[in-house]
């Protein structure tokens, strides 16, 4: 009896747990927006200096080679997202921006030098969450509408190969676009749903892991972090010194 007694106090502190931490991640969320905003100078600067490119200029020889596609292999989720199919056209990669929108949607935003696989210099990702559902710590994924790729001539077998493969490939992953809802079977809703969540997780990992530490990332192709390098760091780079062999 006294169990049931209790019952109305635990749901409501339960409620009122769930209140505060949807605030905080809102906070977060706010805070992570103005920071974005505050340092967006700093960010195009710091894209400018390691890729060489200015806008649609190549103003010097990028000291840091490939920049965002280390930074991209180098975070434990994205670097799901590389393939061996990828490697190429991601080293045109020349920037990743963040649009913040209402609430929690965003858009990232990447940024190419011309390149032989296709003529997009800009491809967009955004991100839409459901704002009519109750507020919680995880705000539920509603939409994400990718761009469509223009792949040269010569790559159509690649792009090709982007789309069986799927989750696994990074411009399968931008060029993306579903809806909840819109899945016919409830088999269909189960696969997209999936493919949603991942999508998901995987722009929040660009947006809020790979976006503001690409020069983390890439700290140790180029000393930053002053280690000590020993026969084995050396070997090591050199192995892993070429993409291509090792997917």
């Known amino acids: 009896m006294a169990t049931a007694n209790r019952q109305p106090d635990l749901k409501a502190l339960y409620d009122k747990e769930n209140e505060l931490n949807a605030q905080w991640e809102r906070d977060i969320h706010e805070a992570r927006k103005e ?10 600067r710091r894209a400018e200096l390691a890729t060489g490119w200015t806008g649609d200029t190549q103003t010097h020889h990028p000291p840091i080679r490939d920049f965002w596609l280390t930074a991209l292999r180098n975070e434990h989720e994205t670097r799901k997202l590389v393939t061996k199919l990828d490697l190429g056209p991601l080293r045109s990669l020349i920037d990743i921006r963040v649009e913040w929108l209402e609430g929690f949607d ?4 990447f940024h190419f030098e011309p390149n032989e696989y296709f003529t997009n210099r800009v491809m967009r990702k955004e991100f839409y969450y459901d704002k009519t559902a109750e507020p919680s710590p995880d705000p539920s994924p509603l939409e994400m509408r990718g761009d469509r790729i223009h792949w040269k001539k010569n790559h159509i077998l690649q792009a090709e190969c ?3 493969i799927g989750t696994k490939s990074f411009f399968a992953f931008v060029s993306r676009s579903l809806a909840y809802g819109d899945a016919q ?8 749903n999936a493919r949603m969540t991942e999508d998901f997780d995987m722009g929040a990992s660009i947006r809020d892991s790979v976006q503001p530490y690409a020069l983390e990332l890439n700290s140790k192709t180029f000393g930053l972090e002053g280690y000590e390098e020993d026969e084995q760091d050396e070997d090591e780079e050199v192995e892993n010194s070429d993409y291509d062999m090792e997917l």
């Open 35 to 44: 920071h974005y905003e505050h340092n967006k100078s700093f960010y195009q």
């Open 162 to 164: 982007h789309t069986r």
């Open 106 to 109: 965003f858009v990232l935003v």
């Open 185 to 192: 079977t409830s088999e269909e809703e189960s696969v997209e």
